[in-house]
């Protein structure tokens, strides 16, 4: 199972930008997707989660500005970012969480820069 997040890069304070993941390699549809960010010298922190039902839910940080959705295609997640301020740089993180056959499984994707300008 591969977890491919793109979408970073470059913007001003005020700025947006959408993230995608795009999970392959499996069959199954994962019950939960998840962003994580991580700035320098800092532990990495959860940002949103949309379960399979839709259900989300966001750090208070983020809570107003950004919204996590699925896609259509199975098994992609967006994080559609607004009002990004300097303190938003980090990089950001797609995660995969599945419950098959009694067995759990994480997967995690690589990184994706996002860097907010002041």
């Known amino acids: 199972v591969q977890l491919q997040a793109s979408g970073g890069g470059l913007v001003q304070a005020g700025g947006s930008l959408r993230l995608s993941c795009a999970g392959s390699g499996t069959m199954f549809s994962f019950t939960a997707m998840t962003w994580y960010r991580q700035a320098p010298g800092k532990q990495r922190d959860l940002v949103a989660r949309?379960?399979?039902?839709?259900?989300?839910i966001y750090a208070d940080a983020v809570k107003g500005r950004f919204t996590i959705s699925r896609g259509d295609v199975k098994n992609t997640v967006y994080l559609q970012m607004n009002s990004l301020k300097p303190e938003d740089t980090a990089v950001y993180y797609c995660a995969a969480y599945g419950r098959w056959a009694g067995n759990e499984y994480h997967y995690w994707g690589q990184g994706t820069l996002v860097t907010v300008s002041s």
């Open positions: 949309i379960s399979s039902s839709g259900s989300t």
